[in-house]
């Protein structure tokens, strides 16, 4: 045997493994396909949020959470409804659970701390049971993605237990009696920036062998061609155009590799992906996008200048939009905005994206209260290609059309549906959901104080008619794509991280961790997530499954 146990991929659940196998006195060989400098894999890019339930933070921010209202908004998103449930259901309860006990002391304990404003993502706004948060749970981690990654790091780097072995790509998986075997080629060294694409080039093929393998290699959120094969059929014909929010290592390749050995794949068409992609004018990756985190001020209109229908408003409801817009044939849609809306309101996902919190700049973070966009958001205003400002409708419009090759957009209606909007918003009350949701959301100290914009007309109430900028101008619009991000179903696992067979039998030494084991159970998600935990799921998934693997070869 080369190791007791192999782990195969050093994202987030692939590190967490690690540090677990090695703390419990396991020998490991961890492979990645990506140079050293990648270590990390999508973690690091992210912005950090994690899914915590009834915390210190939340409780300063005067929210009132509690595991039995995680759970009933876990389950009113997640919509389980089939037999291969099953294991994502246990998982949920299971991850739930964590989420609102060890989770947060445990990282705790390793030096993870968070920004004390607690967001909300998802907040749903349909009728109960349905998707979405009642409450934030959104917990930032100060010093994003990467301070999330590096506890894990710094447990196992210099470690003499753990072998690291980067450009080792996995593309064999044999099990029997004696252990397991994972073979693959070694690929040419690369000095590529980390998350840029690597070259495919080999060097030598190699193999070892172990008492168990744990799979932790991520979903195929950066395989177009595997999310159009697995696109959902309720959702229209996949988009013509996407662009992609996940390096190119994201690539699927392990799930085929895993079922060929005969561990099973379930949940394959529920998928996360995000309606609000804009094109990064600085890309890392092939098709480079990002995420927009929006406040729920902006007018979402689709490709035509309609209206998105309640509750689809910024913030409330990714998927439900997407299919809205994807299920109509269109691949992409508009926020209709003005400046100061967008200061207040535009944050983008990403730890490149927010260098005040990933590199804990408590000075340059102070001024996200003060009026204006983040450098970042300033940045996309000024050479991002879905950006176009104007003073009037009229120019916004022309600008808008000019964008899309169309004239798609009319002037007029998408002038009388801001007058509309506006006239609500000076009322004080009004009766549109949108705007009655904007001012409910204010409510919450965090959102009053950096996310939600103080409720204002878009349009000058002087020149009525005219469709000129009010106070808060200019006007603004952003093109939005679909972004492909994260993988929903994957391989099969019991609440040991075991990957199943078709039988429902464990794969014999077999374990997987993380995005490629849909973050546990094989899909914990169900058809939606409430953000948050994808990050969360890692932990939890890469910590059963190492604790599980070390038990079972000692
Ligand atoms: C920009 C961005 C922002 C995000 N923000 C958040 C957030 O705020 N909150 C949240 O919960 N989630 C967020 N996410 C999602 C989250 O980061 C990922 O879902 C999670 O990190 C996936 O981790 P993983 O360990 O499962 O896989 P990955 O991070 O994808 O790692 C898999 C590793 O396996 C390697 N690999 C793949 N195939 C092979 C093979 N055949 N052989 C060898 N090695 C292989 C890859 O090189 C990679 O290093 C974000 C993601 C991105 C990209």
Not at 205 to 231: E, P, Q, T
Not at 314 to 320: E, I
Not at 349 to 377: F, H, M
Not at 462 to 484: E, K, S
Request: charged content about 20%.
């Amino acid at each position: 045997m080369d190791a007791d146990v192999i782990v195969i991929g050093a994202g987030l659940s692939g590190l967490v493994a690690t540090a677990e196998l090695a703390a419990a006195g396991r020998s490991v060989i961890l492979l990645d396909g990506e140079p050293a400098q990648s270590l990390g894999g999508q973690a690091y890019w992210s912005f950090g949020g994690l899914f915590m339930v009834d915390t210190p933070e939340q409780r300063r921010m005067r929210v009132k959470d509690s595991a039995a209202l995680a759970l009933a908004d876990w389950m009113g998103s997640a919509g389980f409804d089939s037999p291969s449930d099953y294991w994502p259901r246990r998982w949920a309860e299971a991850y739930v659970s964590f989420a609102s006990g060890e989770l947060r002391s445990w990282l705790y304990g390793l030096g993870v701390r968070w920004f004390p404003v607690v967001q909300w993502a998802e907040r749903g706004g349909g009728p109960i049971p349905g998707h979405g948060n009642s409450v934030p749970r959104f917990h930032i981690t100060w010093g994003t993605g990467p301070a999330l990654v590096q506890p894990f790091l710094d447990r196992i780097r210099g470690n003499d237990r753990v072998r690291i072995l980067n450009r080792h790509k996995v593309s064999g998986l044999e099990t029997g009696p004696d252990g397991v075997r994972v073979n693959g080629q070694v690929l040419l060294a690369s000095t590529v920036p980390r998350g840029a694409r690597s070259p495919d080039g080999v060097a030598r093929d190699f193999s070892f062998s172990a008492s168990a393998v744990i799979i932790s290699s991520g979903g195929i959120g950066g395989n177009v061609d595997l999310v159009r094969k697995y696109w959902p059929a309720d959702w229209g014909r996949p988009p013509e155009k996407m662009i992609i929010g996940v390096p190119d290592f994201v690539d699927g390749s392990m799930l085929q590799v895993a079922e060929q050995a005969g561990g099973r794949v379930i949940n394959r068409t529920r998928m996360w992906h995000y309606p609000e992609g804009v094109i990064n004018h600085a890309p890392i990756w092939t098709e480079h996008g990002i995420r927009i985190l929006p406040g729920p001020s902006a007018l979402w209109v689709d490709a035509h200048g309609e209206r998105l229908p309640f509750p689809l408003y910024p913030g409330f409801d990714a998927l439900g939009a997407l299919r809205h817009i994807t299920s109509r044939g269109d691949d992409h849609s508009w926020f209709v905005l003005d400046l100061e809306t967008v200061g207040k309101e535009l944050a983008l996902s990403g730890s490149e994206q927010n260098a005040d919190l990933t590199g804990k700049d408590i000075r340059q973070l102070s001024t996200r209260v003060r009026p204006g966009p983040t450098p970042e958001v300033q940045a996309f205003l000024r050479r991002g290609a879905d950006f176009v400002t104007a003073g009037s409708v009229d120019d916004l419009v022309a600008r808008m059309n000019k964008l899309t090759g169309t004239d798609h957009i009319d002037a007029d209606r998408l002038r009388q549906l801001i007058e509309l909007r506006d006239q609500q918003v000076v009322s004080g009350l009004g009766k549109d959901p949108q705007v009655t949701a904007t001012a409910a959301a204010r409510r919450y100290l965090g959102d009053r104080l950096s996310r939600v914009a103080t409720p204002h007309p878009y349009l000058d109430p002087r020149r009525p008619g005219a469709g000129i900028a009010g106070t808060g101008g200019p006007l603004v619009a952003v093109r939005l794509h679909v972004l492909t991000r994260k993988t929903l179903g994957g391989l099969e696992t019991d609440l040991d991280g075991r990957v199943l067979t078709a039988d429902g039998s464990p794969l014999p030494g077999v374990y997987a961790a993380g995005e490629v084991s849909g973050f546990g159970g094989g899909g914990v998600h169900g058809y939606r997530s409430l953000e948050g935990t994808f990050l969360g799921g890692c932990l939890f998934s890469g910590r059963v499954a190492g604790q599980a693997a070390a038990a079972a070869v000692g």
